[in-house]
């Protein structure tokens, strides 16, 4: 497990087995804004230290994400392709839900409601 705190905004990644495949859980909590955006774009791409890129993005305790977190998780999405790895994207609250349409991701990126559906999901 790896914890990186940044001014009312954790990232935290886990890795875990399902279904025989080692996944990255990369958990955003709080906001991402304008206090704190640039610190963690710098810091984002410790997501791929472990070179997996086999990742669910749990955006349960996602509060507010500025401009430079969408392109902060369209980056992530892009380097997962990439790598021929798998991104999905379980946890959205109203307002995230209607981020994440207008960001038009690409077809293969699946999205649920819950941590637990993107779980159940992974194949």
């Not at 077809?107 to 941590?115: A, D, E, G, T, Y």
């Amino acid at each position: 497990m790896s914890r990186l705190e940044f001014n009312s905004f954790v990232l935290e990644l886990n890795t875990d087995q399902i279904n025989n495949q080692n996944v990255v859980i990369v958990s955003f909590e709080g906001q991402i804004s304008n206090n704190n955006a640039f610190e963690i774009s710098r810091k984002i791409n410790t997501i791929f230290d472990t070179e997996n890129y086999n990742i669910i993005l749990n955006l349960t305790k996602l509060e507010y994400i500025n401009s430079v977190g969408v392109a902060m998780l369209l980056t992530i999405i892009k380097t997962v392709d990439q790598h021929n790895g798998k991104v999905v994207i379980g946890g959205l609250n109203h307002f995230l839900e209607n981020v994440i349409k207008l960001m038009e991701l690409p077809k293969k990126v699946l999205i649920f409601h819950s941590i637990d559906e993107a779980r159940t999901a992974w194949d």
